[in-house]
């Protein structure tokens, strides 16, 4: 499977500041995906970052407030924007690699642990 | 009705014992399946993928499809404190995407 990091890995930030989480993954995946894990809830999934492209975003999450970009096969950022406390989550990053047979499964990076006082 | 449907648990097993892990999902037309473990802290971390109706074995793990029943389940043999987690069913949405049930807390105890 892909070696898939995430910067930061936490951070504590104040209301209304932004924050760009990045994710690097080692080796070219066809897709990049963005999720939040709220406290004791499962994973939700933000955007799909499509590579040279705008992200496609799910029911409830808006570009101006979670702007993604993908230059490439091996990078996406996830900017956080004017952050409230309801924020505060773990954000996390999941690659399909592009390897035989196994191009359905997505591999999840490290996390980003968020808190906004 | 949710995509993806578990019991939230939580399920508590001896060691050595069999633990059984259940998940429903509301999209017919589901071709792929999977289940993610997930330690306190940690992020998902995948233990098995299943694409057909019937059994897939992977050591002390069995993962069971039933597309007519729609219906995926998990079996941990032999379970060991190390087991201890919380497991999340995962359905592919037509978009590549993945679905996540809401996770079921497992406790094996010595």
């Known amino acids: 499977s892909a070696v898939i990091s995430q910067k930061p890995s936490r951070d504590i930030c104040q209301r209304g500041t932004s924050l760009t989480i990045q994710c690097q993954v080692d080796s070219q995946v066809t897709m990049m995906f963005w999720y939040r894990q709220q406290p004791g809830q499962s994973l939700t999934l933000i955007a799909t970052a499509n590579q040279g492209s705008e992200a496609t975003y799910e029911s409830g999450f808006v570009i101006d407030k979670f702007p993604i970009s993908r230059p490439n096969l091996t990078f996406s950022t996830l900017t956080v924007s004017n952050m409230s406390p309801e924020d505060s989550s773990i954000y996390l990053c999941?690659?399909?690699?592009?390897?035989?047979?196994?191009?359905?499964?997505?591999?999840f990076g490290p996390g980003t642990r968020l808190t906004v006082l | 009705q949710k995509e993806v449907e578990q019991n939230s648990g939580p399920l508590s097993v001896p060691e050595g014992a069999i633990a059984s892990l259940n998940c429903t999902y509301s999209d017919r037309g589901s071709q792929s399946f999977f289940w993610y473990r997930q330690y306190s802290g940690k992020s998902p971390e995948l233990i098995m993928s299943i694409y057909s109706n019937g059994d897939k074995e992977d050591g002390r793990f069995t993962a069971q499809l039933n597309k007519a029943s729609q219906y995926v389940s998990l079996l941990i043999r032999d379970s060991q404190p190390s087991d201890s987690a919380t497991y999340l069913c995962a359905v592919k949405g037509p978009n590549n995407d993945m679905r996540f049930g809401a996770g079921t807390r497992l406790t094996v105890k010595p």
């Open positions: 999941s690659v399909c690699p592009i390897l035989a047979g196994d191009t359905d499964t997505q591999y």
